[in-house]
């Protein structure tokens, strides 16, 4: 691992860019870095003005570049057990240990500390930098760069999302959906459930529903499916309901999401979630008309999907090896796919380790990195 590569791992983690707080000091830290260099920076903002994604071009505009695309938001470190502080690289053992290390902005860093390198090389075709926000709560950020990009860039010939893959080349992963169900009811005391309308027990009917569809899909697997599951899975991650012991509950709320297989669309389980609901309602409305089912949709990630093409091939030369493989996370790189991009997902660190207390990078994987872009680097230059 290279000095270099070592310092701007450091800053980038030392930014807190949990999902909920903005990434702007980050991003102008990148501007102002690449500024220094001659590289001029585009910003994306969002509507509020709160967080923005990141684009430039080192080298030339033309076209056969390759983009190298990273989120640079982190998931919260509320209520875990870290032993350090989770914003401060600690170097021990082989690993550097902090949020992000491995989801995963040591991508995005090692990149970065080559650009003095890159611009030395001459490159006859560019390497681009994609930043992007909010990955970690619906993939929300890149959308809007992504269009950006397709009018503002020369035709690159491959995208690389620098997810944590071991530095194996992922040709595969799945989308996913996230949903938002309000269950409205009705208020009774507890000895009078015939007066009341439960929000808790309706939710806890949908909740099983929704397990349910799972299992259908477990049952009906392939067995040549290489996703591990290998099916579409459903899944309720919270639920928020009722006010106390006896009292039929008003409102229950739960927050669920849809992870489907490429090829697989996740709003026909949407619809048969839905005609379930429907088909409570009358029951619940018989006691309380304004009793109400109501689902939103908080986030619709696409799957990527295995196409072959000149980016897998780049990217299995520069790995030197043809293994595929695929991984059941979403990613943004079903966003560059559906606007006509080649992508594939390679990037340093273990999965196993993202979102996780004491999250960490094995020195090993970020010098296979290093070796890995400048072996690219190599290529754009001649």
Known sequence: MKQQTLE??????????????????????VRDYLAEHGVQSHLVSNPEGTKANLFATVGPQVEGGVVL?????????????WDTDPFTIVQKDGRLYGRGTCDMKSFSAIGLAMVPDLLRRGLKRPIHFALSYDEEIGCFGAPSMID????????PSAVIVGEPTSMRPIVAHKGIAALRTTV????????????????????????TFIDDMMAENKARAAADCPFVPPYTTLHVGVVHGGTALNIISRECAFVWD????????WRQYLERFQAYADSLLPAMRAIAPQASIDTEILADAPPLRDQGGAAQQLVFGLCGHHHT?????????GQFQERGFEVVLCGPGSIDQAHQPNEYIDIDQ??????????????LAT
């Open 184 to 207: 409205t009811g009705y208020e009774a005391h507890s000895s009078q459930v015939q007066r009341g309308v439960s929000a808790v027990t309706t939710a806890a009917r949908l909740i």
């Open 69 to 81: 695309s990273g989120h640079t938001d982190v998931v919260p470190v509320d209520g875990q057990p």
């Open 366 to 379: 970020v010098s296979a990195c290093e070796r890995f872009l400048e072996q690219l680097a190599g290529q």
């Open 325 to 333: 493989g695929v991984v059941p996370y979403a990613a943004e790189a």
């Open 258 to 265: 849809i992870r489907a297989l490429p090829g697989d669309d």
């Open 8 to 29: 701007m791992i450091t800053k980038l983690v030392g930014f807190d860019t949990v999902s909920r707080n903005s990434n702007l000091q980050l991003i102008h830290f």
């Open 148 to 155: 950006r990009l397709t009018t503002d860039i020369a035709r």
